[in-house]
């Protein structure tokens, strides 16, 4: 990588060089916040009505609000694959929560080209704040050894499961955080967290940067600090109560603690994401970055079913169908908001069809980066910009656990696969997503082309993996 030339040196150059051309624009910062496990319908923006968050309303009404956007998987370590790598699951090297002894998950590969690998050849600074989940510490899939300057947060989602854990890593050095001791609830690890985020801003805001900001909120505990549980505690009646882990050699380790105000802390949790959003665009306000920086707000896949949580109280999925590791819409399909002051019309809505895979290619393409070519995505750029815009041919998921599932949506059409581990020549389920976009209905039996085209296309886009086997065998029994 060549190494970026300062501003006082590119000055003097321009004095004495008759073949100056004008002064290049900045490269845009770019921020990337990532929830965990909110849903399609969780945002006001999105149609939430129990509580509003202002904020990300605020990012939608200044930039552009996708319907159609989906994430890398339906569980947390494959769909951050998909977005650091271009690939969909049937070729990125993480397709499941594999674990990793003694903390963590399935390494990404050394040879893996990421987002923060490729904005850095164009001298971005990055910067990972929140869940990696994609590999421990001093493995090939550790974040600095994957593209990533500095690192602050949870190495492994199982622990993140837990907002007063024991310990942190900010890059290679293990955090002990002596404030949560035994019972103690002295370090809320979100706010640690975001604080770190907001530094490294501060730090860089005079260089291009690329924040990754993977926050566990709302997953998976429901804790949220007491300032923001006094705002909703007795709004949400009846209650949800949730008993979980409190004392134990597990306390603190995974397990959920117990939650007797399960609204409450749901909509409290929210809200305080809403308000790190808020000092995140405040933060850029006030070092005079904020009209060249590119803020995206997505979420790692649907809305989870554990520690409490109440996704159809909260109507969580909107319109749609399924929960966190189901291949339905509810569990892939996703908000995403993209704000570019003086690029991206204020207040647009899209109704193209996104995925994690495209995140790559369309940053590539912003920073002027190259991108490998053999990779799934396509750039959004032009959608952002009112251009024209490419489209998939398909896009296509699979899921390795509760038996083996795979999607794949061609244009409105959605096909679902189910216990194909169980049942390899099971039936393929057909919808029409623009006639029915909560899938009550299947079509596959009076469509049998459309299936037979679908099931080739899964083949097609699944590849062998050792790591993640995958029985793959398509035959509809209906099909003639």
């Not at 900045?26 to 999105?46: F, M, R």
């Not at 199982?158 to 310990?167: F, V």
């Not at 006639?435 to 083949?459: C, F, H, P, W, Y």
Request: aromatic share 12%; proline share 7%; net charge negative.
């Amino acid at each position: 990588m060549k190494p970026r030339i300062p501003a006082t040196l590119c000055a003097s150059l321009a004095l004495v060089s008759c073949t100056q051309s004008k002064k290049e624009k900045p490269l845009p910062n770019i921020v990337y916040i990532l929830a965990d496990d909110l849903g399609y319908g969780d945002l006001s923006c999105y149609g939430q009505q129990k509580f509003s968050t202002p904020n990300i309303d605020r990012l939608a009404q200044q930039g552009m609000l996708f319907r159609h956007h989906y994430t890398g998987c339906t569980v947390s370590a494959p769909s951050r694959s998909c977005l650091m790598t271009g690939l969909h699951t049937g070729h990125t090297p993480i397709r499941g929560n594999k674990g990793w002894e003694p903390e963590g998950q399935w390494p990404l590969p050394a040879k893996s080209f990421t987002v923060a690998e490729m904005l850095k050849t164009k001298g971005y600074t990055t910067g990972a704040y929140g869940k990696w989940g994609l590999g421990y510490i001093d493995t090939e899939g550790d974040p600095n050894s994957q593209g990533f300057d500095e690192f602050f947060g949870y190495n492994c989602q199982s622990l993140a499961h837990n907002y007063y854990p024991g310990w942190l890593w900010h890059n290679h050095e293990k955090i002990i955080l002596n404030a949560n001791d035994s019972s103690k609830t002295g370090a809320y690890s979100a706010d640690l967290i975001h604080r770190e985020a907001l530094g490294f801003i501060e730090k860089n805001w005079d260089k291009p940067f690329f924040m990754f900001y993977p926050t566990t909120i709302p997953h998976a505990e429901l804790f949220a600090k007491e300032k923001y549980m006094a705002m909703f505690r007795g709004k949400f009646l009846p209650e949800k109560s949730f008993k979980g882990t409190d004392e134990g050699p597990d306390f603190r380790l995974g397990p959920y603690g117990s939650q007797p105000e399960a609204h409450a802390a749901f909509a409290a949790m929210i809200t305080q994401l809403d308000d790190y959003v808020g000092e995140i665009l405040l933060k850029l306000g006030e070092l005079g970055i904020e009209e060249n920086t590119i803020v995206i707000f997505a979420s790692d896949n649907g809305p989870h079913l554990e520690a409490g949580a109440d996704p159809d109280y909260f109507n969580s999925n909107g319109p749609l169908k399924g929960y966190k590791r189901d291949m339905y819409e509810g569990g892939i399909r996703t908000p995403m908001i993209v704000k570019w002051p003086g690029k991206v019309r204020h207040g647009s809505e899209s109704d193209h069809v996104s995925a994690f895979w495209d995140v790559l290619p369309t940053l590539a393409e912003i920073s002027g980066s190259e991108a490998p070519e053999d990779i799934d995505g396509i750039s959004f750029l032009p959608e952002l910009l009112d251009r024209k815009q490419n489209r998939h041919e398909y896009l296509y998921w699979e899921f390795h656990e509760q038996g083996g599932k795979t999607a794949l949506r061609m244009g409105d059409w959605k096909a679902v696969k189910r216990d194909i581990n169980k049942v390899p020549q099971g039936a393929t389920e057909l919808y029409d997503l623009s006639k029915d976009e909560g899938e009550t209905t299947d079509i596959s039996a009076s469509n049998q082309e459309i299936v037979r085209k679908m099931e080739e296309l899964m083949k097609q886009a699944h590849t062998p993996s050792e790591v993640f086997p995958f029985v793959f065998e398509i035959n509809n029994p209906q099909t003639p």
